[in-house]
């Protein structure tokens, strides 16, 4: 199957060397290893960024990894299903722990988690949680949007559940990346115009002044699609 390159500047690329001098080598798994991995966890975990775009979209492109979020409340639960088969651990701004034993769970729900096979071996899965104490999906970028995951989220036919995509948008618009701009110009057309609308009122608020606003000006008002 054909997948557009990314766009990637010199920056980029120098960017992405310089961390693996720090942090050590990637090679992640695809959304359909990682289901493997986790099949029979019982707690709700939704594929993010970029593989969520494509998911909704049909537009393909090269991955740089594989992002997942799942609620902070059920990391003490994700390290145990894991157990013996990959260390997971915490990031915290940089500052990394093992969870597990000493560190049952994390001390900042918004913090990440990595995961590898052991010290010898390529970090395979970058996990942004989600904030929660309550089972309730929280937005990072919009403290008022809260919702259940199932309202947030959509299941693929292969059982693969993804993030919506005008929401992956939302999180992306922050860091402002030209890399991201073919994944916007790939979504727009897939939204309703209540979806646009909410998106465009999302960027308002969580990205003032982004391009993408007036991108999206004029496809009308209405209610939120995860409301």
Not at 50 to 66: L, M, N, P, S, V
């Amino acid at each position: 199957m054909h997948r557009t390159s990314m766009e990637r500047t010199a920056a980029d690329v120098a960017e992405d060397e310089a961390f693996c001098r720090l942090y050590g080598d990637w090679a992640s798994l695809t959304p359909r290893e990682v289901a493997a991995e986790l099949h029979g966890f019982d707690r709700p975990w939704w594929v993010v960024g970029g593989w969520a775009i494509e998911a909704a979209t049909g537009f393909r492109r090269e991955h740089e990894d594989t992002d997942i979020s799942l609620l902070s409340c059920d990391v003490e639960a994700f390290v145990e299903h894991l157990a013996g088969r990959w260390d997971v651990w915490n990031n915290v701004g940089g500052v990394l722990h093992p969870l597990g034993g000493r560190w049952k769970t994390v001390d900042e729900p918004a913090s990440q988690l990595w995961l590898r096979r052991d010290a010898n071996s390529p970090w395979v899965l970058d996990i942004p949680l989600t904030p929660s104490d309550d089972g309730e999906w929280t937005n990072k970028r919009l403290e008022a949007h809260v919702a259940p995951v199932a309202d947030v989220t959509w299941v693929d036919g292969d059982g693969i559940r993804y993030l919506l995509p005008e929401i992956v948008l939302v999180y992306k618009a922050r860091l402002r990346r030209q890399k991201d701009q073919p994944d916007f110009a790939a979504t727009v057309p897939t939204l309703t115009p209540e979806r646009r609308a909410w998106t465009r009122r999302a960027l308002a608020e969580a990205a003032p002044g982004h391009p993408w606003i007036t991108a999206l000006e004029g496809a009308g008002d209405g209610r939120s699609p995860c409301s």
